[in-house]
């Protein structure tokens, strides 16, 4: 009886550790434009939590591309503009990292959204897309109305990094941030783009995002 009991308890423990190393071992959750980091329980995860709303842009093959696009599929997400003279082609080599990485896989897609869509047209894309060698089908180049664009990405991705002053409509956006954005279209890592160490650390967090 004593043996069984004490078997009993050294079950309960390891239950308890592997719980314990799940939480642990969960991406944290990203609600406010301050990228706190938040980790939320199985129950509050219940709840309505900030998430990526519907949208619908074009792509360089002038394909409508949706929130219906990304369903089921963690993706990353990235702003940018094809007559950027030195940060974006750091950014897009960067990110050309994760392309390699998950080549082939149909469950991971990138996301590029272009802050200056009046003149990045769908064969401005194109020829961006055949410059960094990039997989149309993977990684999405889009463009659409600046007004569209630049709500989502200040009201949802909280893709600016001028969080201290007030933004009118049309203040041009500039971010390095690079967002991974899971399946339920929320929020799980931030990186800066530029930093080819903070890419390598998203690959790692994508293949974990991939486990849960």
């Excluded at 079950?11 to 969960?26: E, H, I, M, P, R």
């Amino acid at each position: 009886m004593r043996c069984r009991n004490c078997l009993l308890i050294l079950f309960l423990f390891v239950q308890a550790c592997t719980s314990s190393k799940k939480a642990d071992d969960q991406l944290p959750f990203y609600v406010t434009a301050d990228f706190t980091p938040h980790w939320f329980t199985v129950k509050e995860l219940e709840q309505p939590i900030h998430q990526i709303p519907a949208f619908s842009f074009i792509n360089q093959s002038g394909e409508k591309v949706t929130e219906q696009t990304v369903k089921d599929k963690i993706y990353v997400a990235d702003f940018f503009f094809t007559n950027c003279p030195g940060i974006c082609k750091r950014l897009t080599n960067n990110i050309s990292l994760v392309q390699e990485a998950f080549k082939g896989d149909e469950g991971v897609l990138i996301l590029s959204h272009s802050v200056t869509p009046e003149t990045d047209s769908v064969s401005r894309l194109q020829q961006y897309a055949r410059q960094y060698k990039i997989n149309q089908q993977q990684w999405h180049l889009l463009t659409g109305t600046r007004s569209e664009i630049y709500t989502l990405a200040r009201k949802s991705y909280f893709a600016d990094e001028d969080l201290g002053e007030a933004q009118a409509e049309n203040d041009f956006l500039h971010t390095e941030n690079v967002l991974l954005i899971d399946k339920q279209r929320r929020i799980r890592g931030v990186y800066k783009g530029t930093s080819e160490a903070d890419i390598r650390n998203l690959i790692v967090d994508i293949k974990r995002l991939q486990e849960e």
